[in-house]
Structures are given as C-alpha cells and as structure tokens.
C-alpha cells in the first residue's frame, strides 16, 4: 500500500478535477487522459498520463474519477447519545425550534472524555469513508466551561479546525438568563478555551441568542485571536448574515432564509455562505435559494453539518446530489462548493484542490465522472480516499 514518504503517481483516470481552470476545463479546471503525482504529502505534478515522471509507486484508477477530498466546513462530532425519537416526532409534524439541543447537552456532560472521543472517532472515521479529508468539528454540546474545555481537546485530537461554539443555545440553568450566560461565555469560557480553538461561532437565531448577545460573544473571540463563524437565517429571517459581514466572519451557515439586501452584503463581502441542505431535509425546512446567492456572485460551501438532532449524516454526495435536485445547483457548482467552497470557508487554500503543491488530498469515484454524485444518489461511489498522499480509505479492501 503506497504511503506518503513514498512518490505515487495516480493514472488512468476516467474524469480529473482539479478546481484549477488553468489546468483544465472550467471552473472545476476538468482534464482527461490526466495523471496525477503524490509526493511528500503534496501535489507534485498534474499533467497528461503520457508525460507522467516516473515514481515509486503507480495506482491504475481503472477510468475512475479522481476529485479532491471533500472540505467538510460545518460538522458537531462531540457529543453523547441521539436524538432518533425527535427526528420520528417532527417527521409526524412537530415544528423545529432548536430545544433540542438541551437533550444533548444533559448526555454530554454526563459522558466522560473517552465516550466523547469514541464517537468523534467513529463519524470521523465514518466522514472519510465518504470521501471527507478536512473536517471542521464544534464544541457546543457542554456548556459550562469546563465541558467545553474537554470537548475541544477531544475535537482537538481529530483536526486542527476546531470550533468553539459555546453560544449555542443558553443551557437549562440559564433559562431566561441569556444575558447571564453570554456574560460568562466571554468572561470565563472564551478564555480557558481559546488556545485550544481556531474559530469562535454563535447560534444567533429565534431560540438561541440575538444580535446583540451574539455579537458580545464574537467580539469576546475576536479579542482572544479567534476567527468567527455565524449560525444564521436557518429558521426565519434575521440579523445573522449581515452581523457575519460586518464582522468579517470566514463563513455564515444555514441562509436558509435571506433578504435581497443580505444577498447584497454577502457578494460584497468575503464571508462564505455554507449551505447544509441535509438539515433542511432532516427538519423540513425550506431550502436556501442558491440561484440567488450564486447569481450575486457570493462564495457558496456544503456542509452536512451532521450533528444528532438535526443533520445526522457525515456524507457530502449525499448532499451534493440534494444541492442539485433542491438547491438547483448545478453538478459542477455543487461539486465546487463541497471541496474548493469548503476550503474558502475554512480559509484554506492548501485543500480543496488538486494542483501543484496543495495537499494531496483526493477521492477516486467508482464511476468515470464527479456527475455521478448526483446522477446517482444514495449510491456509495467513493472508492478510495487519500490523506497527505497516504490510502486512508479503500472500499475494495
């Protein structure tokens, strides 16, 4: 099995993408007849297979597609327990208001460091099965300090991209205090988990916290190094996009629900919009409008967002082909937006492509074009997955 300290040169490849359109052919920078070359973790060369340098070892794609890894940009891995009865209950008609997010808080705290860490392990394990090589994971589960301290050393063991989300919603000891309970997000959790973190999120929604509370909290990030991220606009519309804009946050999640005038802020601004279509399916919630957000030119990502009460997938195909048939997103703009859309989200630009001196990084399709990710939904296409040019996934195994 070829590893990263070891050259390998990818070939016969059905359909490369390469999110290079200097490389290939438009934005997704397609090529044909391609090969590709793994050296040191990195993208060394790309080019016709006929001219492929020699290495030391050699992968026969067999006319599959390669792709890069997917960008996963918005996950919630540390928790305990499910949420499978609130799922049967809203599919009979119960309407989603985020009080459930209680349920995994009570779990969570009462499960130790290594129940947390088992569970990160297996959706992570379960998000790159799926073709997922960066994943972006939250806190937000805990609540009190010192539970969203060990979330995020638990995420910490997984990726580098950790998210402190203590705003998510007030817990139940501070019902009716939000005021009380941001004051000591910034006063005493921002601190004790801020070298440990890479991004500060808030909840700012109907049933979470406002625009002002929100903004107390990513402030208080802000002045402790983290990057924001906005939960926004998922249940109705509200100030979460334009509170992401002006303060400069990486990403603004859900947009479920937006103004012509928070379109206009996003497309002047250089704040993602990630879309998370399976949580509008999991909760039968209206879908963004992506025609509207791409028309305007805003930078869009997928997520799964896969979190147990609302979202409970790590599969980026699986929301590739809901983006084309309920997004109206084209195959190559959905495909987009899950890799190179997720590495903007990220602030990225080492993942998310294929070119020279990215991170090699890549998915093979059992099947000879991306288009299948949406031409055939549900189908498990991702054959194998590489992670820094190392085989970390092979479904033929």
């Not at 052919?25 to 020699?54: N, Q, T």
């Not at 991209?161 to 309970?181: F, I, K, N, Q, S």
């Not at 919009?273 to 997928?302: E, H, I, K, Q």
Request: net charge negative.
């Amino acid at each position: 099995m070829p590893d990263g300290s070891r050259s390998t040169v990818l070939t016969n490849i059905g359909t490369l993408v390469t999110n290079d359109p200097e490389s290939g052919d438009g934005a997704l920078g397609v090529r044909h007849g391609a090969a590709v070359v793994f050296d040191g973790g990195l993208v060394a060369w790309v080019g016709d297979a006929s001219e492929a340098p020699a290495a030391d070892d050699r992968v026969d794609l067999a006319g599959r597609a390669l792709l890069p890894g997917f960008v996963e940009s918005h996950s919630h891995l540390v928790f305990a327990g499910e949420r499978a009865e609130e799922f049967a209950a809203r599919m009979s008609g119960v309407e989603y208001a985020a009080g459930g997010i209680r349920t995994t808080i009570a779990a969570t705290r009462a499960a130790d460091d290594e129940q947390l860490a088992a569970n990160v392990r297996r959706l992570m394990d379960e998000s790159v099965r799926s073709g997922s090589t960066t994943v972006e994971c939250k806190t937000g589960y805990g609540q009190t300090t010192e539970d969203e301290l060990r979330s995020a050393l638990v995420a910490g063991r997984f990726t580098d991209e950790v998210t402190l989300l203590a705003a998510h919603v007030p817990p139940p000891e501070y019902a009716g205090r939000a005021d009380a309970y941001v004051e000591m997000v910034c006063r005493d959790m921002i601190p004790a988990c801020a070298p440990h973190v890479k991004w500060i999120d808030v909840f700012c929604e109907r049933g979470a916290f406002t625009r002002e509370q929100s903004e107390a909290v990513l402030r208080a990030g802000v002045a402790y190094g983290l990057t924001p991220r906005v939960h926004g606009n998922q249940l109705g519309a509200g100030p979460g996009v334009r509170l992401a804009v002006e303060l400069g946050a990486a990403s603004v999640d859900h947009v479920s629900y937006v103004t012509a005038a928070d379109i206009d802020a996003l497309a002047g601004s250089s704040t993602v919009a990630t879309l998370l279509p399976a949580a509008d399916f999991c909760t039968r919630n209206s879908y963004p409008d992506a025609r509207a957000l791409l028309d305007a030119g805003v930078t869009v990502a997928l997520g799964a967002d896969c979190n147990p009460g609302t979202s409970y997938t790590t599969s980026l195909p699986f929301c590739i082909a809901l983006a084309v048939r309920e997004l109206r997103m084209t195959p190559e703009e959905a495909v987009w937006s899950a890799t190179a859309g997720g590495a903007r989200a990220l602030r990225r630009d080492d993942v998310g492509s294929l070119g020279v001196g990215s991170c090699a990084d890549a998915l093979a399709l059992d099947a000879p074009s991306y288009l299948h990710l949406a031409y055939r939904p549900g189908v498990p296409l991702v054959r194998s997955v590489w992670r820094g040019g190392m085989l970390v996934s092979d479904a033929a195994a």
